[in-house]
T-cell receptor, first 113, second 109 residues
Framework: IAGITQAPTSQILAAGRRMTLRCTQD?????MYWYRQDLGLGLRLIHY???????GKGEVPDGYSVSRANTDDFPLTLASAVPSQTSVYFC????????????FGPGTRLTVL | GQNIDQPTEMTATEGAIVQINCTYQ??????LFWYQQHAGEAPTFLSY??LDGLEEKGRFSSFLSRSKGYSYLLLKELQMKDSASYLC??????????WGAGTKLIIKP
């Protein structure tokens, strides 16, 4: 693994189903993030984690949950998907300094029908 | 509230220079980032400014004025591969990045 990986690449999901998006990084970054990106809107933070064992809510957390059991993995779960959760989801990681850059995974394109 | 403003779309000619502006109003300021995002791909880091002035990196330069809440990204000697969206983001007092909606740059031959 080099950098950040996300799985799946894309998914079509029926409304009401549960779905977990996976994210793994090998850069030993303490901080990890989940964003959604919708046309015409900036990246919006869903949840974040500053270090293993801690998580926090971002701008649009409703309907999503995360866990951070170790440094490398940061899965995002949709407990009961709704069509408004159709979006492109990006996972990112960084160090925790003010100048530390966020590095992004390739994204997951999710469609909820 | 927090707000980052960028033009939605700009068009420029191959070989020319283009300036993409970004204005911001955020709760606190801990630096401003520019990212490039090609269609269907992830954002990639271009530049970081925390002090006023110009940072130059090859064909790309970024300027910051903290007193005016203003930054710009300057792209010189434009190439077709520079066609992409350019995202401005500010790190706020909570050390979270607040993102603009991005500027789609179209390069014409």
């Amino acid at each position: 693994i080099a950098g950040i990986t996300q799985a799946p690449t894309s998914q079509i999901l029926a409304a009401g189903r549960r779905m977990t998006l996976r994210c793994t990084q090998d850069m030993r970054h303490n901080a990890m993030y989940w964003y959604r990106q919708d046309l015409g809107l900036g990246l919006r933070l869903i949840h974040y984690s500053n270090t293993a064992g801690t998580t926090g809510k971002g701008e649009v957390p409703d309907g999503y949950s995360v866990s951070r059991a170790n440094t490398d993995d940061f899965p995002l779960t949709l407990a009961s998907a709704v069509p408004s959760q159709t979006s492109v989801y990006f996972c990112a990681s960084s160090g925790t300094g003010a100048s530390d850059t966020q590095y992004f995974g390739p994204g997951t394109r999710l469609t909820v029908l | 509230g927090q707000n980052i403003d960028q033009p939605t779309e700009m068009t420029a000619t191959e070989g020319a220079i283009v300036q993409i502006n970004c204005t911001y109003q955020t709760s606190g300021f801990n630096g401003l980032f520019w990212y490039q995002q090609h269609a269907g791909e992830a954002p990639t880091f271009l530049s970081y400014n925390v002090l006023d002035g110009l940072e130059e990196k090859g064909r790309f330069s970024s300027f910051l004025s903290r007193s005016k809440g203003y930054s710009y990204l300057l792209l010189k000697e434009l190439q077709m591969k520079d066609s992409a969206s350019y995202l401005c983001a500010v790190r706020d007092s909570n050390y979270q990045l607040i993102w603009g909606a991005g500027t789609k740059l179209i390069i014409k031959p």
